[in-house]
């Protein structure tokens, strides 16, 4: 059995090792800004993008059901230009579809567990 204070070291100990052993995240990054017009998505996102080893790598347009109609590289980190927008066309967008939603990715994490919605102008 361990004394009241060789156990407090023992917790300490632990709770370090086992913070060490846990998964890093990082942010996801931010949709700030999104405009579509003609088939065409505008999308600003911030992130706080370090370099290489961390910034956002995508972003992409999907349906509420999670059907993806459409992803945007984002081949380069962007340090020094936050908030940032990248464009992409081609959507072909149902006249039914009312809202869509817009997923982002950064290196570190992938893709985030929530997306912005967006309603169809």
């Known amino acids: 059995m361990l004394g009241a204070g060789r156990y407090s070291v023992f917790m300490k100990t632990a709770l370090v090792l086992i913070l060490a052993a846990s998964p ?4 996801a990054p931010v949709v700030e800004n999104v405009v579509f017009d003609d088939g065409r998505f505008d999308v600003t996102l911030s992130h706080p993008d370090t370099g290489w080893d961390d910034y956002a790598d995508w972003w992409r347009v999907e349906l509420a059901d999670g059907t993806v109609l459409g992803t945007r ?6 340090v020094t230009e936050q908030p940032f927008t990248r464009s992409q066309s081609g959507f072909d967008i149902s ?3 009312v809202e869509v939603f817009i997923r ?3 290196i ?14």
């Open 24 to 27: 890093v995240l990082a942010d």
């Open 73 to 78: 590289v984002l081949a380069h980190p962007h």
């Open 95 to 97: 006249a039914d579809a």
């Open 104 to 106: 982002t990715s950064c």
């Open 108 to 121: 570190i994490d992938g893709w985030a567990v929530d997306a912005v919605a967006f309603t169809i102008p």
